[in-house]
C-alpha cells in the first residue's frame, strides 16, 4: 500500500529517523522540579493530530535502549501541587473513577478527564472528523460496525482476553470479580481483595500459555499487583503474588495486562499522581513493564529491572500489529492523549504531553494525539489490520489502520456517542470478532438500560 503523504519517510526530519542513541540507557537526571508555563494550556486543535512516523528504522534502533530524560517538571496548565488527574470524566463530576478524572478535583475521583476539555459534550467531537487515508481504505472494513449486546448487567468491565473455546474472561473493576462470560451466560470464577475507590481496582487479566494460569492487575491496601492463579479449565487455584510494590493512587493505576508475541507478559501502570515517578527508573510507576510468565524482569529490560518503558502518565490499552509493534494508549492530562509505538525508551512524561521531543530531542513522540476530550483512551487492540482504540470521555471507537513498517494512517471514529462510554477492547485479527466494553456505571456515565454491556462487532 502507498504511505499517506503525511507518513512518508521523506517528510521525516533526520532527527526523527536517527534519534536513538548508540550506548547504554542514561538515567534520569535528578534536579528542581521545572515550573509549569504561565496561562492556561493551549486551545485543543480540532480533531486527531497525526505525528510523523519514527518508523521503522528509528524504532529498530531505539529497541532496549532507554533514552536520556530531563528534569521534572509541573503538568502542563497545572501549578506545581494541582492534584492530579486522569480518567476523564463525562457525565456531571459527581462519581468517582479511578485516572479518568478531571483536573485536580478529588470530587470526581476516578475520572478520565482534565480541566480543559469540560467544555466538550459528550457525543460532540470537538472537530471535523477525520478523512480515511485512501491509501489505507483497501485494508478498511466497508461499514463496519453492527454491534450487538454480547453481555449485559456488567458493572465496569475493564479487562478482556478470550479462551481458546471462545469464552470470555472479563474483570469487574469495582467489584473485584472475574467472571466466565459463555454466550449469554457469565459464571463468576472468583474475586480478588482488591479496593475501589475510583479508578483503582480490579483492572487488567490475561490468560497465560497453554492456560495453565490466569493473571491478574490490582489494587490492593497501598500497591497495585501483577498476580496469577492456576488454572484448569474449571476453576481458579490459589492466588500467587508475581510483582508488587506498583504506585497506587486513587487515579492514574494503568492495569493493562497482555502476552507479547515474544511470549512476555506487558504491564502498563500510571504515575499514580506523582508526575516525576514517571521518569525515575527506579520505580515502578508511569512505566511499561516486562516480566518473564513467572514475574522476573524480562532478559534484556533495560535496567535490568521490570521496567521496560518510561515517560508514561497512566497507559490503559496494549496491543501488538502483525508485524510486532507494541502500540500503547496514554491518557494525557489537560491537553492531548496519545497513541506510542513503544520500544522501550523515554516517552516524556511529565516534561512532555502530546506532540514534544524534550529540549534535547530525547524524548520518543507520539504517533497521534487527541483532545482528551475525544478520546481519554483504555482499551486498545488490534483487529483486522487496524488498531481499536476505546474513548471514555469521548465516548467512541477510534479505529486506526496499521499498515506495513507499522505505519499508522489517519484515525477514524465510530460509535460516536451510541453506547456512552467505552473501555475495554479485545480482538485478534483473524480469530472472532471484537469486544467492546461500555464503562457507564463507572460513575461518570449515564446509565443505559442493560449496562454495563459487552458488544460483539462483526
Ligand atoms: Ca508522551
Redesign the pocket.
Known amino acids: 500500500m502507498r504511505p499517506h503523504p503525511d507518513r512518508s519517510r521523506a517528510h521525516l526530519p533526520a532527527r526523527r529517523r536517527l534519534r536513538a542513541p548508540a550506548g547504554p540507557p542514561v538515567p534520569a537526571q535528578a534536579g528542581p522540579p521545572v515550573p509549569a508555563p504561565a496561562g492556561p494550556p493551549p486551545p485543543a486543535p480540532a480533531g486527531p493530530r497525526p505525528r510523523a512516523l519514527a518508523r521503522p528504522a528509528a524504532l529498530l534502533l531505539a529497541a532496549g535502549l532507554l533514552l536520556t530524560s530531563c528534569a521534572p517538571a509541573a503538568e502542563p496548565g497545572q501549578s506545581p501541587g494541582s492534584p492530579p488527574v486522569d480518567d476523564h470524566m463525562t457525565a456531571p463530576a459527581s462519581a468517582p473513577e479511578g485516572g479518568e478524572a478531571t483536573a485536580g478535583s478529588e470530587a470526581t475521583a476516578g475520572s478520565e478527564a482534565t480541566a480543559g476539555s469540560e467544555a466538550a459534550s459528550p457525543g460532540q467531537p470537538n472537530g471535523a472528523e477525520p478523512t480515511q487515508s485512501a491509501a489505507t481504505t483497501d485494508r478498511t472494513p466497508p461499514d463496519i460496525l453492527t454491534p450487538t449486546d454480547r453481555a449485559t448487567g456488567l458493572t465496569t468491565p475493564w479487562g478482556i482476553d478470550r479462551f481458546e473455546d471462545g469464552t470470555l474472561l472479563v474483570t469487574e473493576r469495582n467489584t473485584g470479580r472475574i467472571l466466565r462470560v459463555d454466550g449469554a451466560h457469565q459464571q463468576e470464577l472468583g474475586d480478588v481483595d482488591s479496593v475501589n475507590r475510583a479508578e483503582d481496582g480490579l483492572l487488567g487479566i490475561a490468560i497465560g500459555p497453554g492456560e495453565e494460569h490466569i493473571y491478574a492487575y490490582y489494587t490492593a491496601e497501598g500497591e497495585n499487583r501483577v498476580v496469577r492463579f492456576a488454572w484448569d479449565g474449571a476453576s481458579l487455584g490459589d492466588e500467587e503474588l508475581l510483582l508488587g510494590g506498583i504506585p497506587a493512587s486513587h487515579f492514574h493505576d494503568g492495569g493493562q495486562l497482555r502476552f507479547g508475541p515474544d511470549g512476555h507478559l506487558y504491564a502498563s501502570t500510571g504515575d499514580a499522581g506523582v508526575p516525576d515517578h514517571a521518569q525515575d527508573p527506579d520505580s515502578l510507576a508511569g512505566k511499561i513493564l516486562r516480566l518473564t510468565p513467572d514475574g522476573e524482569p524480562a532478559p534484556g529490560n533495560p535496567f535490568g529491572t521490570a521496567v521496560y518503558s518510561l515517560?508514561h502518565r497512566n497507559v490503559q490499552g496494549l496491543a501488538w500489529d502483525a508485524e510486532g509493534g507494541l502500540w500503547a494508549s496514554?491518557f494525557g492530562a489537560n491537553s492531548w492523549d496519545?497513541l506510542?509505538l513503544s520500544a522501550g525508551g523515554n516517552?516524556?512524561?511529565p516534561l512532555?504531553?502530546g506532540e514534544g521531543s524534550g529540549t534535547d530531542g530525547s524524548?520518543i513522540e507520539?504517533i497521534h494525539v487527541w483532545p482528551t476530550g475525544e478520546a481519554s483512551p483504555s482499551g486498545l487492540a488490534f483487529w483486522r489490520g487496524s488498531l481499536w482504540m476505546a474513548g471514555l470521555r469521548g465516548e467512541r471507537l477510534w479505529q486506526i489502520p496499521i499498515g506495513p513498517g507499522s505505519t499508522a494512517a489517519e484515525p477514524v471514529s465510530h460509535l460516536t456517542g451510541e453506547y456512552g462510554r467505552l473501555r475495554a477492547v479485545y480482538g485478534v485479527s483473524g480469530d472472532g470478532p471484537l469486544i467492546v466494553g461500555t464503562s457507564n456505571t463507572d460513575g461518570r456515565g449515564r446509565i443505559r438500560d442493560g449496562d454495563d454491556r459487552l458488544l460483539t462487532v462483526q
Open positions: 515517560g496514554e496519545e506510542n516517552y516524556g512524561w512532555v504531553e524524548f507520539p
